[in-house]
């Protein structure tokens, strides 16, 4: 059977996108790789393990008219379309991209050390499994992310010794009332849990020999520079930069790409979330990152454009105002290039294929004058995670800001299930 | 002034500046993009002899595998695999023809014996009609090894230079017309790969160069060794002498030292077209499982193509133009191009410096499509 409309991605933006759609009377598969509904934001725990959140019962029940194809991870996407997936191949008159985003890491000494995770990734397993990263816990980077990382696991009982954000500039914030409120209610229950909150300051190595025992806190100038160091106990460190949109399938397809103030590749989308390629769509994280709420508003954009009935005027301004906050974000938690001297030159850069910070150089040295290049020679992006990981701390080495990725397999695939797509593209009307 | 400019960073133009500066002369290398970012960064590192019949082509493999040899001991820091390649028949009928063809690339000198397939390869899958064995073939890991030629070279390297004329006097080249400026020089050595035929039609000349778009799967890093040497079919001989304009693919397959298995070949005459071709992929992951069982159950992690610089006679062009006078070429290797770098290197260099070379070149003459 042909769907009217493939939504990929059952995050927010996804689950909106794709109830709306079907209570509008269109034949819609929503598509993800996980075994469970959420994606990462509305991520659920195990079944009879906790009550899923009232925001996610509300976009659940929306979509009783739309079919489900859950841990079906998309590693390809063709014109006409087709959605090839690890269990065969859906098509569909219309496609929606909205397949989120992944944390954004920055190397530094002791990164690779057990321990050490992300802050997407701690928590992930908070939300997902019901368990507590571990008894004390540092939580550093940079974006308000860190903020319900801390209080989520203070409040599951772990002792976080502090918050370490390395922006200094928090104030152009309060320009938006409701989000100094909901920033203030973080700064409520942190202090409920005693967990302290800095400014200008990074984790910029962690320390422990087969696991993390403590890390390296430094006061860092307004571009990230050392200016003076202490020493912190625990063992777990939860640490993001904010996040990566994963732009595969958009860019498989041709989709035009533009860029967050930030430098970040991001789908170019009109105010329908229609893309450069008839047909398909994207909202979401895909087309700039500004989190759950203003990811749900774009579903529901979308989901309009593709009925071809317009988006509530009460909607499109709540969208306009979560987009103008987004950019706000991107400006107060920029990601300055100061890091780069927090290396080592047998810093990990790209954990897959080892490759130390010294490897990067060489290849510098030998020519390699952009992140492809330096790929190229030195294997920085070649393992298992494709460059999700290392791709921005490559291109900035590279003094470059990230390209697009390039990927013509977005998940791994068998070889056997490779060898069994269909040996004829399909069509294209 | 640069005694030479090459025009190209892959693994042929740096393979030509090495040799020419070893030969004393003073080179400078430009290249409109990055060191290998062009072919030389798309393909597998093939260095092969068993692949060729016997002729020009064979005799300049031979010549340059000993060459890479020496290089990876002598400029080194790149990873040379003398690791062999094992040819296998399907049928008897293909063990035959690949059994005639060693026999006649063994009077030109190649190495090579009749083995059976799982002494080889104890993973590869049975009821082969055969295999031959040619302990020459060899691996180099491309980008870094003409980067590391380029470096040895002592040349002076521009890249994200676009050359966008040759200047001249009277019918002699004297240089390069590029977005930075004039490039004054002796000669010029056109290593441009599939962009040759534009870099000669610069000084008015035909160079029939085009490009052929091949795909490579790449796995997961196995945690051990599951092939040992560079396999590939017998139908991958006969495809790379194909007049075909449409798609054919053969399995070949090899590890690499990072533990990623490579998989090739498929060849298509599409322009530069870079549009993924899942079907041509999924043709790729079929010959390579039915070739190695024990790869089913592997993940493929990557895809990439790339665009091989083919002629119509399937021959590099190496050597001077006599149409244009200080203007030498250095191209149109198709997959063989790193391979075949260092004794094309070799040849240009004994050209520029007026020495003779150690083969007989005519059948490599620009002139011979005019």
Redesign the interface.
């Known amino acids: 059977m042909r769907y009217d409309l493939a939504v990929i991605g059952a995050g927010p933006a996804g689950m909106a996108a794709a109830g709306a759609a079907a209570r509008g009377g269109l034949r819609v598969a929503l598509i993800d790789g996980a075994p469970r509904l959420g994606g990462q934001f509305h991520r659920q725990p195990p079944p009879g393990a906790g009550p899923p959140s009232q925001d996610f019962l509300r976009l659940r029940d929306r979509l009783t008219r739309a079919d489900l194809h859950l841990g079906r991870r998309v590693w390809a996407v063709e014109p006409g379309f087709s959605v090839h997936h690890d269990g065969g191949t859906l098509t569909a008159e219309r496609l929606l991209i909205a397949t989120g985003a992944h944390d954004r890491v920055l190397p530094f000494p002791g990164w690779d050390l057990p321990g050490v995770l992300t802050a997407g990734g701690a928590q992930a397993l908070l939300k997902g499994n019901l368990v507590v990263a571990g008894r004390r816990i540092v939580v550093a980077g940079t974006g308000p992310f860190l903020l319900p990382v801390a209080t989520g696991l203070a409040a599951a009982g772990a002792r976080v010794a502090g918050v370490f954000e390395a922006s200094h500039r928090l104030g152009a914030l309060a320009r938006h009332p409701a989000r100094a409120v909901q920033g203030a209610g973080y700064g409520l229950r942190l202090a409920r849990h005693r967990v302290p909150y800095h400014r200008g300051q990074a984790v910029v190595a962690a320390h422990g020999d087969d696991a993390l025992t403590g890390v390296t806190v430094a006061d860092i100038d307004r571009d990230w520079r050392v200016l003076g160091t202490r020493e912190i106990a625990c063992d777990t460190l939860a640490v993001g930069y904010g996040f990566t949109p994963q732009l595969d399938l958009a860019v498989q397809l041709g989709c035009a790409t533009t860029r967050d103030p930030d430098g970040t590749p991001v789908v170019a989308v009109d105010a329908g979330q229609r893309t450069s390629v008839p047909g398909v769509y994207a909202a979401g994280e895909t087309t700039g990152v500004g989190g759950a709420e203003l990811a749900e508003l774009e579903g529901l954009a979308a989901a309009c454009a593709v009925l071809g009935t317009p988006l509530p005027e009460r909607l499109a301004r709540r969208r306009d105002r979560a987009r103008e906050f987004a950019r706000l974000l991107h400006e107060v938690f920029p990601v300055r290039d100061g890091w780069r001297t927090w290396l080592r030159d047998d810093t990990l850069v790209c954990r897959c294929e080892e490759v130390p910070y010294r490897d990067i150089e060489d290849a510098r040295d030998l020519g390699a004058t952009d992140a492809r290049s330096i790929k190229l020679l030195a294997r920085p992006g070649m393992g298992w995670c494709q460059g999700r990981m290392c791709g921005y701390a490559v291109a900035r080495l590279a003094g470059e800001d990230p390209p697009p990725p390039r990927r013509p397999i977005a998940q791994p695939i068998t070889l056997q299930d490779l060898a069994a797509h269909p040996r004829r593209s399909p069509d294209v009307p | 002034m640069p005694d030479v400019v090459v025009i190209g960073?892959g693994v042929v133009g740096a393979a030509c500046a090495l040799y020419a500066a070893r030969a004393g002369l003073g080179v400078t290398v430009v290249d409109q993009g990055?060191?290998?970012?062009g072919t030389t960064?798309a393909g597998e590192g093939n260095v092969l002899v068993s692949d060729k019949e016997p002729g020009p082509e064979l005799d300049l493999a031979l010549l340059s595998s000993g060459l890479w040899a020496g290089l990876a001991a002598d400029v080194g820091g790149f990873e040379h695999e003398p690791k062999g390649g094992l040819v296998v028949a399907e049928t008897p009928e293909a063990m035959t023809a690949l059994t005639g063809l060693a026999a006649k690339q063994e009077s030109s000198g190649v190495r090579a014996a009749g083995v059976e397939p799982q002494d080889y390869e104890p993973h590869i899958t049975s009821g082969l009609a055969g295999a031959v064995y040619y302990p020459q073939d060899a691996q180099v890991q491309p980008?870094?090894a003409a980067?590391?030629l380029?470096?040895a070279s002592g040349a002076q390297?521009r890249?994200?230079v676009r050359v966008t004329g040759l200047t001249r006097s009277g019918d002699r080249i004297t240089g390069v017309r590029t977005d930075e400026g004039d490039l004054r020089a002796g000669a010029v050595v056109n290593a441009a790969g599939t962009w040759a035929g534009d870099v000669a039609a610069l000084a008015g000349i035909r160079l029939p160069v085009l490009p052929r778009r091949g795909f490579i799967?790449?796995?997961?890093?196995l945690p051990e060794p599951l092939i040992r040497h560079k396999v590939y079919t017998a139908a991958y001989v006969t495809n790379v002498a194909s007049e075909d304009e449409g798609l054919e693919t053969s399995a070949v397959v090899e590890g690499t030292p990072?533990g990623?298995v490579l998989?090739g070949a498929s060849r298509e005459r599409v322009g530069y077209d870079r549009t993924?071709?899942?079907?041509v992929?999924?043709?790729l992951?079929?010959q390579?499982?039915a070739l190695f069982p024990a790869?089913?159950?592997?993940?493929?992690?990557?895809?990439?193509c790339g665009f091989r610089p083919y002629c119509p006679d399937h021959l590099p062009v190496i050597g001077p133009d006599p149409r244009a006078p200080g203007l030498f070429h250095a191209t149109g290797h198709e997959g063989a191009g790193i391979g075949l770098a260092p004794a094309t290197g070799l040849l240009i260099s004994r050209l520029l410096t007026g020495a003779a070379p150690p083969l007989d070149l005519f059948p490599f003459r620009p002139e011979r499509f005019a």
């Open positions: 960073a990055t060191v290998a970012g960064g980008m870094l980067a590391r380029l470096r390297v890249t994200g799967l790449v796995t997961e890093p990072a990623t998989i993924v071709s899942y079907p992929l999924a043709r992951a079929a390579a499982v790869l089913a159950g592997r993940q493929v992690i990557r895809a990439y």
